[in-house]
């Protein structure tokens, strides 16, 4: 089974649109930390952010925000008012004791902001 | 500025070569990875070393090989073993929570 999923392979969207990318998770600890990044077309991967298992709130971060439901194992990310300067691939990431405490990626999500 | 550098930016390798992948940090991490990137496939751990001299195979090892004589450096070897080596290489390196990754190395094998 999937320990992190990505559903959307790929998104395209026009500048302006609000776009959620969705982050599905599994793991049977009750401590746990997710992790979103951003990798532009050179390569690197830039950290987003980080939630641990307990703090449930949402986070707003300028455009970005974050909706973190562990009823649904869901850590769905949104950005607001699109730029072409968000396209790129994002990545949502587990880390958990069950899985040795390293760094678990899922598939990736694509995002296209058109002009 | 700390950082991790990962070098070549590409790398071309002939069939049956095996060629060594550099990654340097100076952020003083313990641990440090080796990531494979393919298309639709997300980023797959090769191997990972928590402390100097010490290191641990992922969940795709076969066909690569790695050292940790320093702390700050965590080269990846790929063999000649690796049938499908054509990909993009990510190192990164960690205290726990802080994750910083390198900017990758292209391998193409020609």
């Known amino acids: 089974a999937q320990k992190v999923t990505q559903a959307q392979t790929e998104i395209s969207v026009v500048e302006k649109e609000d776009v959620t990318l969705d982050c599905v998770y599994e793991?049977?600890?009750?401590?746990?930390?997710l992790f979103w990044y951003k990798q532009p077309p050179s390569g690197e991967l830039v950290f987003l952010i980080r939630?641990?298992?307990?703090?449930?709130q949402n986070e707003i971060s300028g455009r970005y925000s974050w909706n973190f439901q562990k009823s649904t194992s869901s850590f769905n990310f949104t950005i607001t008012a699109s730029q072409v300067v968000d396209s790129a691939v994002y990545f949502c990431?587990?880390?958990?004791?069950?899985?040795?405490?390293?760094?678990?990626f899922g598939a990736g999500t694509i995002l296209r902001v058109k002009s | 500025d700390g950082g991790i550098t990962q070098s070549p930016k590409y790398l071309f390798r002939k069939e049956g070569q095996n060629v060594t992948l550099s990654c340097e940090q100076n952020?003083?991490?313990?641990?440090m990875y080796w990531y494979r990137q393919d298309p639709g496939q997300g980023l797959r751990l090769i191997y990972y070393?928590?402390?100097?001299?010490?290191?641990q195979k992922g969940d795709i090892a076969e066909g690569y090989s790695v050292s940790r004589e320093k702390k700050e450096s965590f080269p990846l070897t790929v063999t000649s073993a690796q049938k499908n080596p054509t990909a993009f290489y990510l190192c990164?390196?960690?205290?726990?929570?802080?994750?910083?990754f390198g900017s990758g190395t292209r391998l193409t094998v020609v």
């Open positions: 793991t049977r600890d009750t401590t746990y930390y």
């Open positions: 990431a587990l880390r958990a004791q069950e899985y040795g405490n390293k760094l678990v």
């Open positions: 070393s928590q402390i100097v001299n010490d290191f």
């Open positions: 952020l003083n991490h313990d641990a």
């Open positions: 990164a390196s960690s205290d726990f929570h802080r994750y910083t």
């Open positions: 939630r641990n298992s307990f703090d449930e």
